[in-house]
């Protein structure tokens, strides 16, 4: 069966760090581009970031570039997103989602909440 | 980037209703459009990929359709486990869109 369990998530100043993981279990880790996308409470889903088979290839929607990395550990099936500079409106469920050749989205984790906030 | 618009944002509807969601692309995206369902409190669904595709397991009553800039899903007979939001996601190059989302309530 096919796992995504995010964790990380919780309260942080504004201007502070966060690091999240997803933990992947039930299928080869290293045959699937990977994915972030989080939703503002009471708000629409937005893709962050994804990242492919190596993780040498990244790319990040707008405004979190500069700010987020996307890494993953293939020999321990994780996803990571590095969070700095965090903002009010980066509070949102992160989601990690496995990526089927193309693009779209086929399984996704439960999510983990950040907070942005003094 | 690429934007998505979805409409209507809300749809009010019955059991046993057709339901048609629009999702217009802002440049040409072929056929690389998905579909989600996501109910509260629970991680978004994948319903349909490469615009007409049915994931394995979702019910034949939804349906999609369209190419280039104009999408659509249907819902043929509206179910009660079908109140939810759905929402479009174009994926045509390596950086990703969603529509906003329709919200699909009890009428």
């Known amino acids: 069966e096919v796992q995504l369990v995010e964790s990380g998530g919780g309260l942080v100043q504004p201007g502070g760090p966060l690091t999240l993981s997803c933990a992947a279990s039930g299928f080869t880790f290293t045959k699937y581009w990977l994915s972030w996308v989080r939703q503002a409470p009471g708000k629409g889903l937005e893709w962050v970031a994804n990242i492919n088979l190596g993780g040498t290839e990244k790319n990040y929607v707008d405004s979190v570039k500069g700010r987020f990395i996307v890494s993953r550990d293939n020999a321990e099936n994780s996803l990571y997103l590095q969070m700095n500079s965090l903002r009010a409106d980066d509070t949102a469920i992160y989601y990690c989602?496995?990526?089927?050749?193309?693009?779209?989205?086929?399984?996704w984790g439960q999510g983990t909440l950040v907070t942005v906030s003094s | 980037d690429t934007q998505m618009t979805q409409s209507p944002s809300t749809l009010s509807a019955s059991v046993g209703d057709r339901v048609t969601i629009t999702c217009r692309a802002g440049q040409t995206i072929g056929t690389r459009l998905a579909w989600y369902q996501q109910k509260p409190g629970k991680a978004p669904k994948l319903l349909i990929y490469?615009?007409?595709s049915l994931e394995s397991g979702v019910p034949s009553r939804f349906s999609g359709s369209g190419s280039g800039t104009e999408f659509t899903l249907t819902i043929s007979s509206l179910q009660p486990d079908d109140f939810a939001t759905y929402y479009c996601q174009q994926y045509n190059s390596y950086s990703w869109t969603f529509g906003q989302g329709t919200k699909v309530d009890i009428k």
């Open positions: 989602a496995r990526v089927l050749p193309d693009g779209f989205m086929d399984y």
């Open positions: 490469k615009a007409s």
